[in-house]
């Protein structure tokens, strides 16, 4: 019975671990649409980096068509907007 609780005990810790990485991300990428919003000349790609997802930004040259195909696994913010492919049943 102990390893019952050890395990979920686990499992609990790493859904909030997880949520408090969407969370990061979330808020990651709203700066970068705040930043882009006043700021028009640079664009940001936000991606999920690690096991729960944190969020790793990199500035980059704005470009004027964004492409993104279903194997990336990132947001590009440009002019203040996101663009991002979801996955929605």
Known sequence: MKWLIRALKARNRAG???????????????????????????????RHVGAFGCPEIRPIERPENVTISENDDYVVVRDGEIFELNKRK
């Not at 909030?16 to 990061?24: L, P, S, V």
């Not at 990428?29 to 936000?46: D, E, R």
């Open 16 to 46: 909030r671990i997880a949520g408090k990485g969407r969370d990061a991300f979330a808020a990651a990428v709203y700066g970068c649409q705040l930043v882009s919003h006043y700021n028009t000349g640079i664009a940001f790609v936000v």
